[in-house]
Protein backbone atom coordinates (compact mmCIF):
# COMPACT_ATOMS: atom_id res chain seq x y z
CA UNK A 1 0.00 0.00 0.00
CA UNK A 2 0.95 3.38 -1.19
CA UNK A 3 2.10 6.24 1.95
CA UNK A 4 -0.92 9.06 1.42
CA UNK A 5 1.89 11.65 2.28
CA UNK A 6 4.38 12.27 -1.06
CA UNK A 7 7.89 13.56 0.04
CA UNK A 8 6.99 17.14 -0.52
CA UNK A 9 4.52 16.84 2.21
CA UNK A 10 6.40 14.94 4.42
CA UNK A 11 9.47 17.76 4.62
CA UNK A 12 6.76 20.47 4.78
CA UNK A 13 7.40 21.57 8.07
CA UNK A 14 11.27 21.24 7.91
CA UNK A 15 11.08 23.46 5.10
CA UNK A 16 8.76 26.41 7.31
CA UNK A 17 10.91 26.12 10.33
CA UNK A 18 13.90 26.27 8.35
CA UNK A 19 12.78 29.95 6.13
CA UNK A 20 12.76 31.95 9.34
CA UNK A 21 16.45 30.91 9.93
CA UNK A 22 17.40 31.85 6.48
CA UNK A 23 15.95 35.23 6.44
CA UNK A 24 17.43 35.74 9.88
CA UNK A 25 20.76 34.86 8.75
CA UNK A 26 20.39 36.53 5.70
CA UNK A 27 19.36 40.11 7.81
CA UNK A 28 22.19 39.08 10.04
CA UNK A 29 24.77 38.85 7.06
CA UNK A 30 23.24 42.24 5.68
CA UNK A 31 24.31 44.19 9.16
CA UNK A 32 27.47 42.57 9.35
CA UNK A 33 28.21 44.30 6.09
CA UNK A 34 27.41 47.46 7.12
CA UNK A 35 30.36 49.58 7.52
CA UNK A 36 30.01 52.80 9.28
CA UNK A 37 31.25 56.50 9.17
CA UNK A 38 33.58 57.61 12.13
CA UNK A 39 33.42 61.21 13.87
CA UNK A 40 36.87 61.93 15.22
CA UNK A 41 35.54 64.34 18.45
CA UNK A 42 38.25 66.43 19.53
CA UNK A 43 39.05 68.65 22.62
CA UNK A 44 36.70 71.56 23.11
CA UNK A 45 37.96 75.26 22.27
CA UNK A 46 36.01 77.30 24.47
CA UNK A 47 36.13 81.29 23.19
CA UNK A 48 35.44 82.76 26.72
CA UNK A 49 33.82 85.97 27.23
CA UNK A 50 34.91 86.54 30.35
CA UNK A 51 38.83 85.39 31.93
CA UNK A 52 40.62 83.26 30.87
CA UNK A 53 39.54 80.33 27.79
CA UNK A 54 41.63 77.70 30.10
CA UNK A 55 39.50 75.24 30.88
CA UNK A 56 38.80 71.61 31.61
CA UNK A 57 35.86 70.47 29.31
CA UNK A 58 37.22 66.77 29.39
CA UNK A 59 33.18 65.04 27.93
CA UNK A 60 31.35 65.02 25.24
CA UNK A 61 27.57 64.09 25.38
CA UNK A 62 27.06 62.87 21.46
CA UNK A 63 23.74 63.52 19.38
CA UNK A 64 23.78 62.82 15.82
CA UNK A 65 20.56 63.44 14.06
CA UNK A 66 17.92 63.52 17.53
CA UNK A 67 19.52 60.19 18.59
CA UNK A 68 21.35 59.76 21.37
CA UNK A 69 24.88 58.10 20.99
CA UNK A 70 26.71 58.39 24.45
CA UNK A 71 28.95 60.61 26.44
CA UNK A 72 32.84 60.17 25.58
CA UNK A 73 36.12 61.53 27.49
CA UNK A 74 37.46 63.45 24.57
CA UNK A 75 39.20 63.24 22.04
CA UNK A 76 37.73 60.15 20.81
CA UNK A 77 36.40 58.11 17.94
CA UNK A 78 32.83 57.48 17.40
CA UNK A 79 31.08 54.86 14.69
CA UNK A 80 27.97 56.06 13.19
CA UNK A 81 25.76 53.86 11.15
CA UNK A 82 23.68 56.13 9.00
CA UNK A 83 25.63 57.79 6.47
CA UNK A 84 24.53 61.35 4.48
CA UNK A 85 24.18 65.12 5.60
CA UNK A 86 24.05 64.95 9.62
CA UNK A 87 23.20 66.98 12.23
CA UNK A 88 26.06 66.33 15.08
CA UNK A 89 25.24 67.90 18.40
CA UNK A 90 27.93 68.05 21.09
CA UNK A 91 26.86 69.13 25.38
CA UNK A 92 30.74 69.85 26.47
CA UNK A 93 30.71 68.38 30.18
CA UNK A 94 33.05 68.24 33.19
CA UNK A 95 33.79 66.40 35.88
CA UNK A 96 31.71 67.71 38.80
CA UNK A 97 34.05 68.65 42.09
CA UNK A 98 36.58 67.50 40.02
CA UNK A 99 35.64 63.59 40.13
CA UNK A 100 35.70 60.92 37.23
CA UNK A 101 32.94 59.26 38.84
CA UNK A 102 30.76 62.62 38.38
CA UNK A 103 30.86 63.66 34.74
CA UNK A 104 27.96 66.26 34.19
CA UNK A 105 27.30 68.50 31.06
CA UNK A 106 28.34 71.95 32.09
CA UNK A 107 24.97 74.31 31.80
CA UNK A 108 26.65 77.70 30.83
CA UNK A 109 28.43 76.11 28.18
CA UNK A 110 26.64 76.34 24.44
CA UNK A 111 25.63 73.21 22.47
CA UNK A 112 28.21 72.75 19.98
CA UNK A 113 25.41 71.84 16.60
CA UNK A 114 26.81 71.43 12.90
CA UNK A 115 25.71 69.60 10.42
CA UNK A 116 28.81 66.85 8.73
CA UNK A 117 28.75 64.90 5.13
CA UNK A 118 29.33 61.21 6.66
CA UNK A 119 30.29 58.33 4.30
CA UNK A 120 30.47 54.82 4.98
CA UNK A 121 34.48 54.09 5.98
CA UNK A 122 35.36 57.50 6.24
CA UNK A 123 36.34 59.65 8.97
CA UNK A 124 35.19 63.15 9.44
CA UNK A 125 37.36 64.90 12.25
CA UNK A 126 34.99 67.44 14.53
CA UNK A 127 36.60 70.55 16.39
CA UNK A 128 34.04 71.71 18.62
CA UNK A 129 33.84 74.83 19.68
CA UNK A 130 31.35 76.68 22.29
CA UNK A 131 30.98 79.90 24.04
CA UNK A 132 29.18 81.21 27.81
CA UNK A 133 25.38 81.27 27.52
CA UNK A 134 24.68 84.82 26.99
CA UNK A 135 21.62 84.41 30.16
CA UNK A 136 24.43 83.27 32.49
CA UNK A 137 25.01 86.20 35.59
CA UNK A 138 28.55 86.35 36.97
CA UNK A 139 29.08 87.57 40.54
CA UNK A 140 32.19 89.25 39.91
CA UNK A 141 33.07 90.95 36.89
CA UNK A 142 36.57 89.88 34.85
CA UNK A 143 38.79 91.72 37.01
CA UNK A 144 37.63 90.95 40.36
CA UNK A 145 37.61 87.57 39.30
CA UNK A 146 41.08 87.48 37.99
CA UNK A 147 41.56 89.54 41.00
CA UNK A 148 43.21 92.72 39.15
CA UNK A 149 40.62 94.73 41.44
CA UNK A 150 41.14 93.65 45.30
CA UNK A 151 36.73 94.34 45.55
CA UNK A 152 35.90 91.06 45.78
CA UNK A 153 36.67 91.88 49.23
CA UNK A 154 38.66 89.05 50.81
CA UNK A 155 38.93 89.15 54.74
CA UNK A 156 41.43 87.01 57.01
CA UNK A 157 39.76 84.73 59.50
CA UNK A 158 42.40 83.02 61.15
CA UNK A 159 43.18 86.26 63.90
CA UNK A 160 46.74 85.18 62.90
CA UNK A 161 49.07 88.96 62.97
CA UNK A 162 51.61 87.16 61.10
CA UNK A 163 49.69 86.17 58.15
CA UNK A 164 47.63 88.33 55.75
CA UNK A 165 45.79 87.42 52.39
CA UNK A 166 47.84 88.91 49.67
CA UNK A 167 46.97 89.85 46.06
CA UNK A 168 50.29 89.12 43.44
CA UNK A 169 51.02 89.03 40.21
CA UNK A 170 53.62 86.63 41.38
CA UNK A 171 52.87 83.05 39.79
CA UNK A 172 49.23 84.31 38.80
CA UNK A 173 47.67 82.30 35.95
CA UNK A 174 46.08 85.80 34.47
CA UNK A 175 47.07 89.56 36.10
CA UNK A 176 46.96 88.66 39.50
CA UNK A 177 46.66 85.57 41.81
CA UNK A 178 45.21 85.63 45.39
CA UNK A 179 47.81 84.34 47.58
CA UNK A 180 47.89 82.38 50.97
CA UNK A 181 51.53 81.19 52.66
CA UNK A 182 51.61 79.30 55.66
CA UNK A 183 54.94 77.77 57.24
CA UNK A 184 55.93 76.42 60.68
CA UNK A 185 56.03 80.11 62.51
CA UNK A 186 52.54 80.82 60.85
CA UNK A 187 51.00 76.93 60.39
CA UNK A 188 47.12 78.19 59.70
CA UNK A 189 45.88 80.91 57.05
CA UNK A 190 41.83 81.11 56.65
CA UNK A 191 40.59 84.02 54.30
CA UNK A 192 36.67 84.74 53.33
CA UNK A 193 34.80 86.58 50.92
CA UNK A 194 32.42 89.54 52.30
CA UNK A 195 29.04 87.70 52.04
CA UNK A 196 27.13 87.93 48.89
CA UNK A 197 23.57 86.74 47.57
CA UNK A 198 22.67 83.25 45.72
CA UNK A 199 19.40 81.97 44.26
CA UNK A 200 17.67 79.11 46.00
CA UNK A 201 15.81 77.91 43.51
CA UNK A 202 16.31 74.37 42.82
CA UNK A 203 16.09 74.31 39.10
CA UNK A 204 18.55 77.10 38.61
CA UNK A 205 21.86 76.04 37.91
CA UNK A 206 24.77 77.48 40.45
CA UNK A 207 28.36 76.86 39.90
CA UNK A 208 31.91 77.90 40.76
CA UNK A 209 34.88 77.81 38.80
CA UNK A 210 38.15 78.13 40.24
CA UNK A 211 41.82 78.22 39.16
CA UNK A 212 44.24 76.71 41.69
CA UNK A 213 48.32 75.75 41.99
CA UNK A 214 49.89 74.60 45.44
CA UNK A 215 52.36 72.39 47.26
CA UNK A 216 50.11 71.68 50.43
CA UNK A 217 46.66 70.83 50.68
CA UNK A 218 43.84 73.07 51.46
CA UNK A 219 40.08 73.13 52.20
CA UNK A 220 36.70 74.80 50.22
CA UNK A 221 33.97 75.92 52.72
CA UNK A 222 30.67 77.95 52.00
CA UNK A 223 29.17 79.62 55.04
CA UNK A 224 25.64 80.02 54.91
CA UNK A 225 25.24 83.76 56.93
CA UNK A 226 22.32 84.96 58.95
CA UNK A 227 20.90 88.21 59.74
CA UNK A 228 22.00 88.30 63.14
CA UNK A 229 25.49 87.19 62.07
CA UNK A 230 25.62 83.99 62.85
CA UNK A 231 27.08 81.13 60.46
CA UNK A 232 27.01 77.85 59.66
CA UNK A 233 29.31 75.99 57.33
CA UNK A 234 29.28 73.59 54.44
CA UNK A 235 32.36 71.94 53.50
CA UNK A 236 32.64 71.69 49.37
CA UNK A 237 36.07 70.28 48.80
CA UNK A 238 39.66 69.28 50.03
CA UNK A 239 42.21 70.19 47.89
CA UNK A 240 45.08 67.69 47.74
CA UNK A 241 48.17 68.13 46.86
CA UNK A 242 49.40 67.80 43.35
CA UNK A 243 52.10 66.36 42.01
CA UNK A 244 52.65 68.11 38.73
CA UNK A 245 53.28 71.58 38.73
CA UNK A 246 50.70 74.28 37.37
CA UNK A 247 48.23 75.43 37.34
CA UNK A 248 44.39 73.57 37.12
CA UNK A 249 41.11 73.98 36.78
CA UNK A 250 37.79 73.00 38.68
CA UNK A 251 34.30 73.33 38.88
CA UNK A 252 32.05 72.96 41.37
CA UNK A 253 28.10 72.71 41.60
CA UNK A 254 26.46 74.25 44.62
CA UNK A 255 22.91 74.56 44.01
CA UNK A 256 22.36 71.97 46.17
CA UNK A 257 23.86 72.94 48.95
CA UNK A 258 22.01 76.41 48.90
CA UNK A 259 18.60 75.26 48.04
CA UNK A 260 19.19 72.99 51.27
CA UNK A 261 20.33 75.90 53.83
CA UNK A 262 18.61 78.49 51.87
CA UNK A 263 20.95 81.66 53.69
CA UNK A 264 19.90 85.49 53.40
CA UNK A 265 23.77 85.67 52.29
CA UNK A 266 26.79 83.43 51.70
CA UNK A 267 30.35 83.24 51.83
CA UNK A 268 33.41 81.26 50.39
CA UNK A 269 36.12 80.47 53.18
CA UNK A 270 39.36 78.92 52.45
CA UNK A 271 41.54 77.35 54.81
CA UNK A 272 45.09 76.19 54.74
CA UNK A 273 47.40 74.37 57.18
CA UNK A 274 50.97 73.80 57.39
CA UNK A 275 51.32 69.44 57.50
CA UNK A 276 53.18 68.60 60.17
CA UNK A 277 54.64 65.74 57.98
CA UNK A 278 55.07 68.51 55.18
CA UNK A 279 58.89 68.29 54.17
CA UNK A 280 58.38 71.98 52.46
CA UNK A 281 59.58 74.88 53.84
CA UNK A 282 56.77 77.25 52.99
CA UNK A 283 53.16 76.02 52.12
CA UNK A 284 51.54 78.19 49.24
CA UNK A 285 48.62 78.09 47.70
CA UNK A 286 47.41 80.54 44.52
CA UNK A 287 43.80 80.63 43.30
CA UNK A 288 42.79 82.60 40.07
CA UNK A 289 39.67 82.97 37.85
CA UNK A 290 37.79 82.77 40.84
CA UNK A 291 33.80 83.19 39.62
CA UNK A 292 30.16 82.32 40.58
CA UNK A 293 27.59 81.71 37.98
CA UNK A 294 23.57 81.01 37.86
CA UNK A 295 20.93 81.72 35.44
Known amino acids: MKSTYGPSKRFAPAVFL ?68 KEVLLYPGVRENGQVETPNIYPFLKVFDKDFDLKAGETVLVNPTTTYDSRTVYLWDADQANFNTSSIGWVNLDNDAGSSVQLTSNGAFNGRCTYLRVDQANPLMEIGTEPFLLPYDQLRETWMELHYNSNIPFDLFVYGVENNGTQDSQPIFKFNFKETEGYNKIYFSLGGSVFQTQRPRYRLRIKASYPSNSTVGTGEVRLDNLQILHF
Open 18 to 85: LLPLLLLLSACKDEAEQIPAYLDLQAFTVQADWGTDFHKITEGWLYVDGEYLGAYTLPAKVPVLNAGI
